[in-house]
């Protein structure tokens, strides 16, 4: 029902002026619809197959029970024993992934309906928080495009404020940001002028570089990047800005001389520098430009500064301070805009007409999607479970994911209907913004809430704000708002709405999801663990949805099981697992045959492009990561709890090696590096290879009658069949990593040392399989 101002008025005295733009007046047509949601047909299908699997399992377990309490000898004992709590794992995991597939919503926006229910001049300030953290990780230039693709967007440029967040404190990253202001005065006209898409600098140019060839604005606008990117990279080279680069602007000068020899990344005041004032600043057409401000907060190693989630914090108190708008958009530096609509898309969910809907919405969450990827993305680096399959099966909607996430700033301060008050009202949802935000007294105030003793004795972290207590302060808190009563949404359009990189090296890759890893264990093992706590306040699905990120590491135990235990008794002909003839086999079969063809269908009916190829490269990767990343997380975390000291925290390099890149691009796996994780995955392979060798010559001995002593000869062939099967298929997928250690010579070959202790240690293994067979 479409409402006028006065009557929104009367029926929403209990929400905050930030909840619900203006409508327009009863007068005009009925309101059309500006989103849609359907459950998708597949779920009528997943729901029977979900129950009979579940009984396949039962089947296993009671199996493996059964021959346990049957058997009389200890070895047989300890793999059967070893086996069922691989499989009671797996069964735990199968159910976690369920959750995802009952209810899967596919969900429609219609963003040029928007200003028929909403006029333009009503449309809800946004404020857009970029966190940045060293310059040689995570170069300017891009962090720059990020930011000048949002602030191109197709929105009111008065209503929009972005903030970058510079955690390391760079002189780098703020001259690039003063750089960037002053392009912008010409990059966001050009881009409306000229209806351009991609709205990153780099991506346009790099798109466009034959079509744009001959024209003059094309020319000019190139040029003014080329020479600013230059100026920044250069910058970066030296490790300080060229005095002769901004000698000629006098606010740079003035802002950059806070950058004394004492000021250290860990060790500084806080630096607010507004870069683009709205109220002040226009672009070369008129038009007014959105607000640039460069945070760099407080650092002091006498505080703890909680990482990524204390950035965000600080920049929901200053932009509190400065502009507070009511919806806050967060994007890592890299994530840059695709899409200029995307905000109007985000729109038509901020304006659901319907009260009691609009009161509980918490966020709306874009994925995250890459451009890059090689052809058969090596390194599963989409992540197309993670980021696009599993949020539209999340019953109550999908978790936050660090990025490309459209936040109601209510949200961030208490459940729904039970807001917590902050220690100072100027940085609620509520405060209004008087002055400009160049104002002494706002800047003052803003850098008040940004030192680093701030938060002490307060509600940040804890009930306000995003949640420390965990390295993936994303999963943490997109949890415990769901877990306050918030109802979250997936918008996923056909046409990326933001695009980032990826490693490119697997140790990069490994290493990256071994933080996560240790992360998602702080929240699994934690008094707010989602088999508790969020089963308790979210519902069995929700928590289980939970548990799947919550218990990730919990894969390494079966992969590593199945990776190794029935491998080495293939070696030594000894059967663990039943004869073809009988009908367990036929339920093994099922069970591995169903699982895989399950989570195909999940990923090709993800779309966006998905293949086959891309498909048997993502559940290799899952091998891969239970033997690695998943493995060494545990332990990490493991040594974390017992007060042992581990590797801090590291950021993931967002530069590329030319060479890197070039075996990136041909599909080559890139290992370069020396690491722990590369001995196991090393050793697993070798085992494999060899016990597959061996199991060959006992099943092609024992079915022509040789050297087998008991029983029929075709029953000792058939009780190795599964075996061998399995064997195979381990060995399939380590064809890259046989590659790395035997055949290639490049940089990116699996170091000498590592092949050699992988060697060493599946020997090893080998020497006491043959020793326990003969004793």
Request: proline share 5%; glycine share 8%.
């Amino acid at each position: 029902m479409r409402l006028s101002s006065w009557t929104y008025f009367l029926r929403g005295l209990k929400y905050s002026k930030y909840d619900f733009p203006r409508m327009v007046s009863r007068s005009e047509p009925a309101n059309p619809p500006l989103s849609s949601s359907k459950l998708f047909l597949r779920a009528a299908a997943y729901r029977p197959f979900a129950l009979i699997y579940a009984f396949a399992i039962l089947a296993l377990l009671y199996h493996h029970t059964r021959r346990l309490l049957l058997s009389t000898s200890t070895s047989s004992s300890f793999v059967i024993l070893s086996f069922l709590v691989a499989d009671l794992f797996l069964a735990f995991m199968w159910a976690t992934t369920e959750s995802f597939r009952l209810f899967p919503l596919g969900r429609r926006e219609y963003p040029e309906n928007l200003e028929k229910v909403i006029r333009r001049e009503d449309f809800p300030g946004v404020d857009v928080f970029i966190c940045t953290a060293d310059p040689y990780k995570e170069p300017p230039v891009g962090v720059v495009n990020t930011a000048l693709s949002v602030m191109a967007y197709d929105y009111p440029p008065e209503k929009l404020s972005v903030y970058v967040s510079d955690d390391g404190g760079s002189e780098i990253t703020f001259f690039a940001f003063a750089e960037a202001a002053k392009f912008a005065r010409h990059w966001l006209p050009f881009c409306r002028e000229n209806k351009i898409v991609e709205r990153s600098p780099e991506d346009y140019f790099a798109s466009n570089q034959d079509s744009g060839g001959d024209s003059r604005s094309y020319q000019t606008i190139k040029t003014m990047y080329e020479s600013m990117r230059t100026k920044v990279e250069n910058s970066l080279q030296r490790g300080k800005v060229p005095e002769d680069y901004y000698s000629d602007n006098e606010e740079a000068c003035k802002a950059l001389d806070q950058w004394t020899p004492a000021f250290t990344r860990q060790d500084h005041p806080s630096v607010i520098e507004v870069l683009l004032d709205k109220d002040r600043d226009q672009d070369i057409t008129g038009f007014s430009m959105p607000n640039l401000v460069y945070v760099s907060r407080e650092k002091n190693k006498s505080f703890h500064h909680h990482f990524k989630a204390g950035a965000l914090n600080a920049l929901v108190r200053v932009s509190a301070v400065m502009t507070n708008a009511p919806v806050i958009l967060t994007l890592d530096c890299d994530m840059r805009s695709n899409d200029p609509g995307t905000l109007l898309r985000a729109l038509c969910y901020v304006c659901e007409p319907d009260p009691d809907v609009r009161s509980k919405l918490g966020y709306i969450q874009f994925p995250q999607r890459y451009d890059g990827i090689n052809e058969g993305d090596i390194y599963a680096g989409e992540f197309r479970r993670l980021f696009q399959i599993n949020p539209m099966g999340m019953k109550d909607g999908p978790s936050y994911v660090g990025t490309g996430c459209f936040f109601l700033r209510r949200c961030l301060f208490g459940p729904p209907g039970a807001p917590v008050m902050p220690e100072i009202p100027v940085v609620g949802p509520d405060h209004m913004v008087v002055g400009s935000v160049r104002s002494k007294e706002v800047l003052a105030s803003a850098t008040r809430v940004s030192t680093c003793n701030y938060e002490e004795n307060t509600n940040w972290g804890s009930k306000m704000g995003f949640r420390y207590g965990s390295l993936v302060e994303d999963y943490y808190t997109g949890y415990r708002l769901q877990c306050e009563g918030w109802q979250t949404v997936f918008c996923n359009p056909e046409r990326a709405a933001f695009l980032g990189g990826v490693p490119i090296t697997l140790f990069d890759v490994l290493n990256q999801q071994k933080r996560w890893t240790v992360g998602l264990q702080e929240v699994g093992y934690s008094k707010y663990s989602p088999i508790t706590f969020g089963i308790r306040c979210m519902g069995l699905l929700m928590g289980l949805s939970y548990c799947f990120y919550a218990f990730w590491a919990t894969w390494s135990v079966p992969v590593t099981i199945y990776s190794l235990l029935p491998q080495l008794a293939l070696f030594s002909g000894v059967s663990v697992f039943p004869k073809v003839s009988e009908p367990w086999f036929a339920l093994y079969i099922f069970l591995f045959v169903g699982a895989y063809l399950h989570d195909l269908s999940d990923f090709i009916l993800s779309g966006h492009g998905a293949t086959v190829r891309q498909w048997w490269n993502d559940q290799r990767m899952w091998s891969v990561r239970g033997l690695t990343c998943f493995l060494f997380g545990m332990v990490e975390f493991a040594c974390k709890s017992l007060g042992i000291s581990t590797q801090g925290f590291n950021i993931t390099s967002k530069t590329q090696d030319e060479e890197q890149s070039k075996r990136y691009d041909q599909g080559i796996f890139d290992f370069g590096a020396v690491s722990p994780m590369f001995v196991t995955l090393g050793m697993v392979a070798v085992v494999n290879l060899i016990s597959l060798a061996q199991g060959l010559g006992h099943y092609a001995a024992a079915a022509l009658g040789k050297g087998s002593s008991t029983g029929d000869h075709a029953e000792a062939a058939e009780g190795l069949v599964l075996q061998i099967l399995l064997a195979g298929f381990v060995v399939a997928n380590c064809w890259p990593i046989y590659d790395a250690m035997f055949l290639r010579s490049d940089k990116g070959r699996l170091p000498v040392k590592v092949t050699a202790v992988s060697l060493v240690l599946a020997s090893v293994l080998f020497t006491a399989c043959t020793i326990s067979r003969y004793n």
